[in-house]
């Protein structure tokens, strides 16, 4: 499921920050959206910081990070604490946003087929639509380097 040059889907969640968040909040701004299976896990904890490394910069550009995962708001919180993550998680306990956005479905872990959370990113330009999407992110800790080599232009 493409979104490129589509409309981004709306969405309304939980922040980390204590606040809700919807796409309209973010209209006239870049906003780069990661989603990612689960809070201190190895690979998700190396984007993460991928992206916290990278905020200085995205920041400067007027670009907002938005990471999303099933996780409740105080795992969130713990996360961001042992990471110091400067950016807002939001949480989609019952995956509507991440199935709005492709980043929720069947995928293979293991070689075994399940359902789960599909670390995906979408950047969505000041307009409202997708400018681009990685589908399925295969290496969590080179990924930040790549939306940022896009963002670059």
């Known amino acids: 499921m493409s979104l490129e040059g589509k409309k981004a889907p709306d969405f309304c969640l939980e922040g980390s920050d204590g606040s809700r968040h919807s796409l309209q909040q973010y209209a006239g701004k870049t906003v780069v959206i990661y989603f990612y299976p689960r809070d201190n896990t190895p690979g998700c904890t190396k984007e993460a910081c991928g992206f916290r490394d990278h905020h200085g910069e995205l920041a400067d550009k007027g670009i907002v990070v938005l990471g999303v995962s099933k996780d409740s708001v105080a795992s969130h919180g713990k996360f ?74």
């Open 80 to 153: 961001i604490g042992s990471y110091n993550l400067p950016f807002v998680l939001l949480s989609d306990p019952d995956t509507a946003m991440m199935q709005a956005y492709g980043a929720f479905g069947e995928k293979v872990m293991y070689g075994k087929k399940t359902t789960g959370t599909i670390r995906s990113t979408v950047i969505i330009d000041p307009d409202g639509t997708v400018s681009k999407q990685w589908a399925k992110v295969a290496k969590a800790e080179q990924h930040p380097d790549q939306v940022l080599e896009y963002l670059r232009g």
